[in-house]
């Protein structure tokens, strides 16, 4: 059988295609600001998060789920691709990656999911996000902002008075830590760079075995 999948390569993987997948977002110029965070870290106007399932040199398989802030379900589907023949031919390592074809659909399919919203939930998300993430280390103080619905969705309640002084500390609080996070992405970017070719030299392998199996 083909070689078994140690676990310190799995995790290594698995930033390396988060950041994979966050530049590829980036580049449609249809998303803000997009960053890599820790499992069940932070706040977020929409989390996307994965399983791999299977990732070799021939054949990928994630399972991917987008929510917003408020519990909505933006997509929940599995993406499945197989590399051809050419992917591997050339010796750059700028080459594209063999499986860009399901970073670019799980970039553009919340999109769909983001188009059918109505008139002012995506500020309502925002403010919802915003108000969670105040209300994470001063529960009592923000409590009433939020209430939860017959569908079990988050929604807003009412809004802190303009200029309230425990908000404009939460979102000061909420820049710093985006600051930090957005440093933590840089070392994962860094990471992404030196995995790029020993990564590749990876999969090229794996693929010739895969396949041979």
């Not at 977002?25 to 399932?53: C, F, K, M, Y």
């Not at 990732?55 to 499945?80: F, H, Q």
């Not at 050419?86 to 970073?103: I, L, R």
């Not at 017959?150 to 303009?162: E, I, M, Y």
Request: with cysteine; glycine share 4%; charged share 30%.
């Amino acid at each position: 059988t083909p070689a078994a999948v140690c676990p310190e390569l799995r995790r290594a993987e698995s930033r390396f295609q988060e950041i994979e997948l966050m530049e590829t977002r980036q580049s449609t110029g249809e998303w803000g600001a997009i960053r890599v965070l820790p499992a069940g870290h932070g706040t977020t106007d929409l989390r996307v998060s994965g399983t791999i399932l299977h990732s070799t040199g021939l054949k990928l398989a994630l399972d991917i789920r987008a929510v917003d802030a408020r519990g909505k379900v933006w997509l929940e589907r599995r993406y499945r691709a197989e590399a051809d023949d050419f992917a591997y031919m050339s010796t750059e390592v700028e080459q594209s990656d063999p499986f860009q074809s399901v970073y670019n659909e799980i970039s553009n399919d919340p999109l769909e999911a983001r188009q059918k919203l109505r008139a002012g939930e995506e500020q309502e998300l925002r403010q919802v996000s915003r108000l969670q993430f105040a209300a994470a280390p001063a529960p009592e103080p923000f409590s009433d902002y939020l209430m939860t619905d017959k569908k079990g969705l988050t929604r807003v309640k009412r809004l802190p008075a303009r200029g309230d002084p425990m908000m404009a500390r939460a979102d000061n609080i909420r820049a710093s830590e985006n600051l930090f996070i957005d440093t933590l992405d840089q070392n994962y970017a860094a990471f992404f760079l030196r995995m790029e070719e020993p990564y590749s030299s990876w999969r090229a392998y794996t693929y010739e075995e895969e396949k041979a199996y």
